[in-house]
């Protein structure tokens, strides 16, 4: 019924104004054309759900993680692991599900082996952040059941600089002591090069939570950190360098980049417990848990006390990209990339004393987590007078590897072949864009029986097949729709595969199982758009049909209420294998009070909307922009089961006012409490988050400009937690934090 009154608000609201007043004409000085550069596309008019980012909105607000950077638009939440972790969620989708791409192609981290693993895309000086929801966006990837996310720079120029330009920033933020350098430099050297160089410094400390905002188990005396006001081992420190050149002409272009990422930061939480997920599921975080008595003999809290777990990363990636203009007969043009990187993160432990990162290693040897790939590709436009057509061929080989005292999985590779076929074209009618795809995926790995040591050795070798239409109609000159239909095929990713072992950023033993079947999305969107100049509305209705789901399920003490599961037998064939002989909680008591989970497939069924309706007004010398929106999605498995870990439904009010150089913004996201709950969670209680900025700038003699923003977030220091996330209780949002932001250009 929710669904259904919101959808209908809001599509009663566009069709309210279609009939409205003439529309006042656009300012065309005030519009921008919007390119979107993609690894498929490249065109200014895609039909699929979209978002494009300005890059002035990353630059002016403060540093934080990509998801928290996205988190406040439509269909878009995230998982957080802390501050420094927030891995992004499309439309209840995650993990392998979700593509984060770096100007066109799959950055390849760790983020994928792990919830307490960021993405390492460095954010300074970026031109825009796309996000594309739904299956539709497999144009650009494959297995993007829920969507992509590409961040776009110019570190290697498309088109001449205009000339010398020097950017100098500085920035520090209150509720972690933050402080921040950057500085980027472009030119075109000797009216021919262009040269483009950048530098990022940030240093984050451990973030401030509101009081009492930690919820510890019930098996836990009170102890000092309960009384902490901050959340210990959240601190984040990173170090970015870039650089690149290119040469462009009517020819078209080609260059080279280079790009460094190192961080550090802390893990805030070590699970090595059952913690709170086994509690009454129908209780909420401030409620006490009896129930957890017989848990008191559990010491295993103390472990690593006075102990530091941190993580270190380390990112290289040599970049090639390049455009040939052929103007044949059949072939326009030919893009081409490729790309090299080099990846690792290690977890280490240290004396917390000092923060001394290399004391106390001897105790417990660091896990070191490691991805290489090679990456290339080629784009060629096909296109006619009629016709926007490109055929993409790419090829991806990728070793992956975990080595040390928490290694949960053995070295795996992974290798990718993909053909892409994508067609856009007017016909009267409607609009039609039409994309295809075929990915020939071979991933290899091993699995170990701990009890005898035996090693068994796989190898999943694969096509995949995915096709997205969209048809699209102007209804009116200021309303269109858009339908649009997708399947996409997903292989299961290495760690669903291979996974075996203590994975102690969840708290839980993980079994994977090789003979998982890939899964088959099958996706249908309607969206409404409405713009006459001063009123705008957009809503969007969703259906996503997974067959095959994968998901991480924990076996419950209770093993009856497992009961009506019985007709999944046919999904536990790797019940055969040595793979499940770790799952048994009696074979190793070391890892006894971890919960047992388990890679597991069923059918499940995901359904949404987002709408947002706003408007603009003259007020003062200014213009003042107001909007309402709201999303939620609800998933279920096929059994009538919750999905796990799904973000409840959120409102969004905002509030822009712009006048000359001045530039205020206000956000409220009203976020809903979660009491649709999987197996095994607790209730999340809702929570408002208030933020603000503030952005002046000021022109100065010689071209030159100094740009000022202050900013807040969480100004109500409301205790907050993503009810997505698998620290929930023990790391909550941060709390009020505010700030200043100066960047100088000249």
Same mark, same amino acid.
Request: aromatic share 10%.
């Given at each position: ?27 065309? &000085? ?9 690894? !498929? ?30 988190? /406040? ?43 307490? @693993? ?11 952040? %796309? ?27 498309? &088109?001449?600089?205009?000339? #010398? ?5 500085? %920035? ?47 098996? @836990? ?82 472990? @690593? ?134 990915? #020939? ?159 597991? #497939? ?10 947002? !309706? ?12 107001? /909007? ?45 409490? #979660?009491?649709?709950?999987? %197996?095994? &969670? ?20 010689? /071209? ?5 923003? !202050? ?36």
């Amino acid at each position: 019924m929710k669904v259904s009154f919101y959808m209908l608000m809001a599509m009663s609201l566009i069709v309210t104004q279609i009939n409205a007043d003439e529309p006042a004409p656009l300012d065309t &000085e005030k519009v921008d054309e919007v390119v979107v550069t993609s690894s !498929i596309l490249n065109t200014s008019r895609i039909l699929n759900p979209l978002y494009v980012i300005d890059g002035d909105e990353i630059k002016d607000d403060a540093t934080t993680s990509l998801g928290e950077a996205v988190d /406040s638009y439509l269909g878009v939440s995230i998982a957080d692991y802390g501050a420094a972790v927030g891995q992004p969620i499309i439309r209840g989708m995650s993990g392998p599900r979700v593509k984060i791409l770096k100007n066109g192609m799959v950055n390849r981290d760790v983020s994928g082996l792990g919830v307490d @693993h960021l993405n390492d895309v460095d954010l300074h000086d970026i031109e825009q952040i %796309e996000i594309i929801k739904g299956p539709s966006s497999l144009l650009y990837a494959n297995g993007t059941i829920g969507g992509i996310i590409n961040v776009v720079n110019n570190t290697i120029a498309r &088109e001449d600089f205009d000339g #010398q330009e020097v950017n100098a920033g500085l %920035e520090t933020q209150s509720a972690n002591d933050g402080d921040i350098q950057e500085f980027n430099y472009k030119n075109l050297l000797g009216g021919w090069l262009n040269f483009s160089l950048g530098y990022k410094n940030t240093e984050l400390g451990n973030f401030d939570i509101p009081d009492n905002a930690v919820i510890h188990d019930d098996d @836990h005396d009170d102890h000092d950190e309960e009384m902490l006001s901050y959340v210990e081992n959240s601190d984040f420190a990173s170090e970015a360098k870039q650089f690149g050149i290119s040469r462009t002409g009517d020819w078209g272009y080609f260059g080279i980049g280079y790009d460094n990422l190192e961080s550090l930061y802390g893990i805030p939480f070590h699970g090595d417990d059952h913690g709170d997920e086994h509690a009454d599921p129908h209780a909420t975080e401030g409620d006490d848990h009896d129930d957890h008595d017989d848990h008191d003999d559990h010491d295993d809290h103390d472990e @690593h006390e006075g102990e530091r777990i941190f993580s270190t990363t380390d990112q290289t990636s040599y970049n090639l990209a390049g455009l040939y203009n052929m103007n044949g007969s059949l072939i326009n043009s030919v893009s081409y990339n490729w790309r090299d990187t080099e990846y690792s993160l290690t977890e280490a432990h240290a004396e917390e004393e000092g923060h001394d990162d290399h004391a106390g290693e001897d105790e417990h040897a660091p896990t070191v987590f490691t991805n290489d790939a090679t990456e290339y590709g080629a784009i060629f436009d096909l296109s006619t007078d009629a016709f926007t057509q490109k055929v993409a061929l790419n090829f991806v080989d990728e070793d992956s590897s975990i080595v040390g005292e928490e290694a949960f999985m053995n070295p795996a590779n992974n290798e990718e072949f993909t053909f892409g076929y994508f067609v856009s074209t007017d016909l009267d009618l409607f609009y039609l864009d039409a994309g295809f795809r075929l990915d #020939q995926i071979e991933r290899t790995g091993s699995v170990t029986d701990e009890d005898h040591g035996d090693i068994d050795y796989y190898k999943v070798d694969d096509d995949t097949n995915s096709f997205a239409l969209t048809l699209g109609r102007d209804i009116s000159d200021s309303l269109d729709i858009s339908l649009g239909f997708a399947s996409v095929e997903r292989l299961p990713s290495v760690i669903e595969l291979f996974m075996n072992g203590p994975h102690m950023a969840t708290g839980r033993l993980e079994t994977g199982n090789p003979n998982l079947q890939s899964e088959t999305s099958d996706n249908f969107d309607i969206t409404l758009n409405f713009d006459n100049g001063n009123f705008y509305a957009t809503a969007s209705y969703y259906i996503n049909d997974v067959d095959n789901y994968i998901t991480l399920q924990d076996e419950l003490d209770d093993h009856d209420d497992h009961d009506d599961h019985d007709d999944h037998d046919d999904h536990d064939d790797h019940d055969d294998h040595d793979p499940n002989a770790s799952a048994d909680p009696h074979a190793h008591p070391e890892h006894a009070n971890l919960i047992h989970a388990n890679y597991i #497939q069923e059918d499940a069924e995901f359904k949404g909307y987002e709408f947002e !309706i706003g408007t603009t007004l003259s007020l003062g010398s200014g213009d003042l922009t107001l /909007s309402f929106g709201r999303d939620e999605v609800d998933a279920e498995f096929s059994d009538g089961h919750n999905v796990p870990r799904i973000n409840p439904a959120r409102n969004i009010y905002s509030l822009t006012y712009v006048e000359n150089d001045w530039v205020f913004k206000m956000s409220l996201k009203d976020v809903d409490e #979660q009491d649709e709950i999987g %197996e095994g &969670e607790t209730v999340t209680e809702s929570y408002q988050m208030l933020n603000a900025r503030l952005t002046k700038t000021y022109d100065l003699p010689g /071209s030159a400009e100094l740009k000022v923003s !202050i900013f807040g977030s969480n100004l109500q220091d409301e205790v907050a937690r993503n009810h997505s996330s698998f620290v929930k209780n023990q790391v909550p949002l941060a709390g009020r934090n505010y700030g200043a932001k100066f960047n100088y250009k000249f």
